[in-house]
C-alpha cells in the first residue's frame, strides 16, 4: 500500500525538518555559527559549566555527532576564539575542551535565539508531548532477543 504524501509520517518529519533547520539556520547566521557548530559550543558550554571538560570522544557522544566531522568543526571553532583545546595530563594523545570567555558569551546567546526558534515551531504541539514523542523517536527502546 503506497501512501498520499500527506499521509507518510517520514514525508512529513522530512519536510518538517527541512523547515526547521532553515529556522535555525537563519536565526544562527547572525551569531556566525552553523548549526553543527552552535551544537558542539552549546554542548562544551554545557558540560563545562557542570564542571565537565570533555574530550572529543564524550563531546561527540554528548552530541551525537560524527567523531572525525566534530573533529573539523572543532578546529573552526577554535579558530574563531571560541573553544581551547588543551591537552589532557592524565592522556596526552586526547584533547580537553573548554570554552574560552568568547565562546562563554555567545554560547547562551545562541542557545536562546535557538530556543526561540523551537518554542515558535513547536507552538502548535504541546510541549512535554513533542518532548515525549521526539525523545522515544532519538531513543527508541533496545529490542532484546528472547
Same mark, same amino acid.
Given at each position: ?65 560524527? /567523531? ?5 568543526? *572543532?578546529?573552526?571553532?577554535? =579558530?574563531?576564539?571560541? @573553544? #581551547? !583545546?588543551? %591537552? ?37 504541539? /504541546? ?5 515525549? *514523542?521526539?525523545?522515544?523517536? =532519538?531513543?527508541?527502546? @533496545? #529490542? !532484546?532477543? %528472547?
Amino acid at each position: 500500500m503506497t501512501l498520499e504524501p500527506g499521509e507518510s509520517p517520514g514525508f512529513l518529519l522530512w519536510h518538517a525538518t527541512l523547515r526547521w533547520q532553515r529556522d535555525i539556520a537563519t536565526a544562527l547566521g547572525p551569531l556566525g555559527l552553523t548549526h553543527v557548530q552552535f551544537v558542539l559550543l552549546a554542548c562544551t558550554w554545557w558540560l563545562n559549566t557542570h564542571d565537565e571538560q570533555p574530550n572529543q570522544l564524550a563531546l561527540a557522544r554528548q552530541a551525537g555527532t560524527d /567523531v572525525k566531522m566534530t573533529s573539523q568543526v *572543532l578546529r573552526a571553532l577554535e =579558530a574563531k576564539g571560541l @573553544i #581551547e !583545546r588543551k %591537552t589532557d595530563p592524565a592522556d596526552t594523545r586526547a584533547k580537553r575542551l573548554h570554552v574560552t570567555s568568547a565562546g562563554a558569551e555567545l554560547a547562551p546567546r545562541a542557545i536562546a535565539a535557538v530556543e526561540q526558534v523551537d518554542a515558535h515551531f513547536f507552538e502548535p504541539v /504541546v510541549r512535554d508531548d513533542a518532548v515525549a *514523542l521526539l525523545g522515544r523517536l =532519538a531513543h527508541p527502546p @533496545i #529490542e !532484546r532477543d %528472547t
